[in-house]
């Protein structure tokens, strides 16, 4: 299993360029997340999803839209980006509830914008 | 989902015990508690969690106060490996919703 994979890695935007952030994951997950990290802060929560075709805002969704047309990707669209979304994205996934109930992370997307 | 607090930062020598406190004065019955580690550059690596009984994992250990209101995670044997970032969570186990992570702790493993 390759577990969560993101793409792509590292990315360098012009403001009001648009581009996509693509998760995966071969678990079988319902759940899917997007988060965001900034230089010495935890992780702030964009969106997330419950299942295929459902999705819902966190703490600091406006500037991103999501969609999760198959239970398997969950993707992260910047429609006009703006320097203050410079940053790091994560995507995770879990299952939905259960004793062990840990969220799996990818490795993260290093985005700039100038 | 309840509030934790963590020390922003600590050190531990290499080979030596790492004792990692957290605070959930407003957990409520039902509440887990998780712990996460994040090493530079990577994505959050989960490390264990526990509702109110002590719980062990090839990783660590996990201490909760009897009154449930704050726990502390042990590392038993630190090497320079662990040092990273570590979050504790507090939130309901079936929980499907979101999940918040504070700035955590820095810990630093000191040859």
Redesign the interface.
Known sequence: NAG?TQTPKFRVLKTGQSMTLLCAQDMNH??M?W?RQDP??????IH?S?GEGTT?K??VPDGYNVSRLKKQNFLLGLESAAPSQTS?Y?C?SKV????N????????TRLTVL | DAKTTQPPSMDCAEGRAANLPCNHSTISGNEYVYWYRQIHSQGPQYIIHGLKNNETNEMASLIITEDRKSSTLILPHATLRDTAVYYCIVREGTSYDKVIFGPGTSLSVIP
């Open positions: 969560v319902e759940y997340y988060y010495g802060m935890g992780l702030r929560l997330y419950v819902a966190g703490e790091v994560f995770a939905p509830q259960g004793w109930n840990e969220q799996f992370f990818g490795p993260g």
